[in-house]
């Protein structure tokens, strides 16, 4: 998920963070509000859609106020409106879903079957022009409807009667299950989004809510919200915290200043503040699977569709220096998009990640002769020699994607005859800079929809909506493919696929990778059990106060 994912995303599930500086530790607690948890947020909502969020932002936010078939508790899937996990049937084409009969929406309307099914036709439509339809592939026509060759109502799910749902699927797709838990299956409510229309998703008065919280006194453009208990959620009984309140915060003194008055509970630290706090007992590193990388943009500069410029600028960057001396909070130097320790072999368990290094290593390693070297060639090989070429590089608006940003361009810019130019925008700018392809250079992310190499590798397909360099490789498609269709109910070979294709990643270099996330927090000692799940999201109903 562009950051989502998110997104990445996202995400992100991109770059936009909370910048603390100097020192302090937990303060008096005795100013706090009783039953609120107030947390920092690394930018604003872009929009509370499911069917066009693409950000982690987004994502966290629908996890909070939304609920779908199932959710995540700790690493484990558990049953969320679903009764209990469903076995599929029908060589594992068909799952056959029962509802909670007591669920309903916050204005008080039953949640049924039909919602499910309004919702994922509404994903796959392409009037809803949705980035994550894609996510839909393997339910019976979900692509041939996203590419407008079906009509929607044709898509594989159906409510065989009011609380019990069934989705039928044209190929076995092994991380179903897991699909699920994604905010772009959530159930929706047509009479609402019927009322509002376009405007749907864009401020709390449009929205209504299914999930532990519902949003309240909020519009899309806002740097603050709150979501206070939703009363009308099955499981309100076990949702202890009152009011989750959030606030967007990008300037290093205000942040640390919010946090030791004791305005804000959790905050995210970056840079020098990261270096100075990391030994204070508040502080704790949350490791990711997100990836952040720079994206070329092949469609829109030809000099970027040859494989030694690509190879070049990844070979100039040093990883190192930039997690360890610009950024300092956690993110580990990578030098795949792939994350490590996400996923393993079905049959010797050993990380993914580890499994595709060498490639990695070959093609993306800091090397600044070989650079220079790869660059000339690859300027030979376009009938580019002794030219000069100036390329913009767009990113986050916040103090650390700044610091960022001017690291890249002193890395790129010692190849020869290149200058580099920096952009910094807002994160829902940068999103919809990237979506409409106005870059040449993008530094930005993606997040784990969920734990399983494919969520990745699909990131790279020709037609993927999320590609945003526009990245194109026959091989590399016919192996992810591969992986989808004839060995998807063959572990090992499918596993193989997705290693070759990432393999072919990494010698290729479709993006620049620059590292994989890590968050640095500090955390109040009256906020308990805070529930990380494997795609990036945090579990708001497990959360405690100690008051």
């Known amino acids: 998920m562009k950051l989502k994912k998110l997104f990445v995303a996202n995400v992100l599930a991109l770059f936009s963070t909370v910048i603390l500086v100097g020192c302090g530790s937990t303060s008096s607690q005795k100013s706090a509000p009783k039953g609120t948890v107030r947390i920092s947020s690394k930018d604003i909502i ?19 106020t939304m609920e779908g078939l199932y959710r995540f508790k700790g690493k484990n899937i558990k049953p969320a409106l679903a009764t209990n996990l469903a076995k599929p049937t029908n060589n594992g084409l068909t799952y056959t879903f029962k509802l909670r009969p007591n669920a309903k929406w916050s204005n008080g309307d039953p949640i049924t079957a039909s919602d499910f099914v309004y919702s994922w036709r509404r994903t796959v439509d392409p009037k809803t022009k949705s980035t994550y339809s894609y996510i839909f592939e393997g339910i019976t026509n979900a692509k041939d409807i996203s590419a407008g060759k079906k009509p929607v109502n044709s898509l594989g799910i159906k409510a065989l009667n009011k609380h019990t749902l069934q989705v039928d699927l044209e190929k076995p797709v092994p991380y179903f299950n897991t699909l699920l838990t994604s905010p772009t299956f959530f159930p929706q409510n047509k009479k609402v989004i019927t009322k509002w229309g376009k405007k749907y998703g864009t401020n709390s008065q449009t929205l209504v809510s299914n999930g532990p919280f519902k949003l309240v006194k909020w519009n899309s453009p806002d740097n603050s919200w709150t979501e206070v208990k939703n009363d009308k959620y099955w499981d309100a009984k076990d949702v202890k915290v009152q009011k989750l309140q959030y606030q967007v915060v990008k300037d290093a003194s205000t942040a640390l200043n919010l946090y030791q008055s004791n305005k804000l509970d959790r905050v995210l630290l970056t840079g020098d503040s990261a270096k100075q706090m990391k030994n204070a007992k508040d502080y704790k590193i949350q490791k990711e699977s997100t990836t952040f990388y720079v994206a070329p943009n092949i469609k829109k500069v030809a000099l970027f569709n040859n494989t030694k410029i690509r190879q070049a600028l990844s070979m100039s960057v040093n990883r190192q220096q930039l997690t360890k001396k610009v950024l300092g909070d956690g993110k580990v130097a990578s030098l795949s998009t792939f994350p490590a320790k996400m996923t393993f072999n079905p049959e010797t368990k050993v990380d993914f990640a580890k499994e595709t290094q060498a490639s990695a290593v070959a093609t993306n390693a800091y090397n600044p002769t070989k650079a220079k070297q790869l660059w000339q060639e690859g300027l030979s090989e376009t009938n580019n020699k002794g030219k ?22 002193n890395q790129f810019e010692k190849l020869p005859g290149l200058k ?3 952009t910094n925008v807002p994160f829902k700018s940068r999103l919809a800079r990237a979506k409409s392809g106005d870059f040449d250079l993008l530094v930005t992310g993606w997040s784990a929809d969920f734990p399983d190499p ?45 290693k070759a294709a990432q393999n072919l990643s990494n ?18 000692s009256r906020v308990k059990n805070l529930d ?13 106060l100690k008051d």
């Open 46 to 64: 872009s929009t509370m859609d499911p069917s066009l969020n693409t950000d982690v932002i987004g994502a966290q936010n629908l996890n909070n």
């Open 388 to 409: 000069k070429f100036s390329f913009t590089l767009l990113g986050d608006d916040s103090d650390v994607a700044k610091k960022q940003a001017e690291f890249l361009q």
């Open 420 to 422: 580099i130019n920096v």
């Open 454 to 498: 494919i969520t990745f590798l699909t990131l790279f397909n020709t037609d993927s909506s999320n590609n945003d360099g526009k990245w194109s490789n026959t091989e590399y498609d016919n192996l992810v493919n591969k992986s989808l269709n004839e060995d998807a109910n063959n572990p090992m070979a499918r596993w193989q696929d997705m």
């Open 507 to 524: 010698r290729e270099v479709p993006a620049i990778p620059l590292y994989q996330n890590g968050e640095a927090w500090l955390t109040k």
């Open 532 to 544: 990380y799940g494997p795609t990036g999201a945090y579990n708001m109903i497990s959360l405690r």
